[in-house]
């Protein structure tokens, strides 16, 4: 069983930036494929950023060249570095882990889930 732990969202104004964290609970952290995802009112869950065990990084285009996803093995951490902030980025944002390598971290996941989820952390950003 992993535990994750969100935090870091808040409130800021459209062109600012917001760091996410999420702390996991496992001594197996380095073995899992890490994501961040997210949630709008009225949405569907969709996938902002997966960082794979080799290190292997994946973005939604939506977010390409603005967010940023790292992880530190040592801290057990994952990071989410958000610049440039837009109204549309306005969601409840979560970290997910799950053990599945490869094609199910680049983008796999979409069809066959992610096995452990956080509570999520609300951003939100105003115009």
């Known amino acids: 069983q992993v535990q994750l732990a969100e935090s870091g969202g808040g409130s800021v104004q459209a062109g600012g930036s917001l760091r996410l964290s999420c702390a996991a609970s496992t001594s197996s952290y380095s073995y899992y494929c890490m994501g961040w995802f997210r949630q709008a009112p009225g949405k569907e869950r969709e996938g902002v950023a997966t960082i794979d065990s080799d290190g292997s990084i994946f973005y939604a285009d939506t977010v390409k060249g603005r967010f940023s996803i790292s992880r530190d093995n040592a801290k057990n951490t994952l990071y989410l570095q958000m610049n440039d902030l837009k109204p549309e980025d306005t969601s409840t944002y979560y970290c997910?882990?799950?053990?599945?390598?490869?094609?199910?971290?680049?983008?796999?996941?979409?069809?066959?889930?992610?096995?452990?989820w956080g509570k999520g952390t609300l951003v939100t950003i105003s115009s």
């Open positions: 997910a882990a799950d053990p599945r390598h490869g094609a199910h971290c680049s983008g796999g996941y979409r069809r066959n889930g992610m096995y452990y």
